[in-house]
């Protein structure tokens, strides 16, 4: 059972890094908002990381990052699709709330 899943969490980072590696090659040509929501769909935080050219982790928006952790909030969840959202719409914001 312990394999298994380590089998399905090992293939999930490598289609991750599979999925992420053009994207990354791409960072310093002209932002894509839909690459920026495939990005926030990967993990809340980091379609408005991309927005902001990568860089040093300050930049990315840490409470959606931390918070991306959390089972049925932050992915898959409510965080998930807000940052999409935001990523989508060009926001780089830190903001939990639709308002």
Not at 38 to 67: A, M, V
Not at 68 to 80: A, D, E, S, T, V
């Amino acid at each position: 059972m312990k394999q298994a899943r380590k089998r399905i969490a090992s293939m999930a980072l490598v289609l991750a890094i599979l999925v992420g590696a053009p994207a990354l090659s791409q960072a310093r040509e002209a932002r894509s908002t839909t690459s920026a929501m495939w990005w926030s769909i990967l993990h809340p935080g980091l379609g408005e990381w991309y927005l902001k050219g990568w860089g040093s982790f300050d930049r990315c928006p840490q409470r959606k990052f931390w918070l991306g952790l959390i089972p049925l909030y932050g992915w898959p969840g409510y965080l998930q699709v807000k940052s999409a959202i935001d990523a989508k719409h060009g926001r780089t914001n830190d903001k939990l709330t639709f308002d």
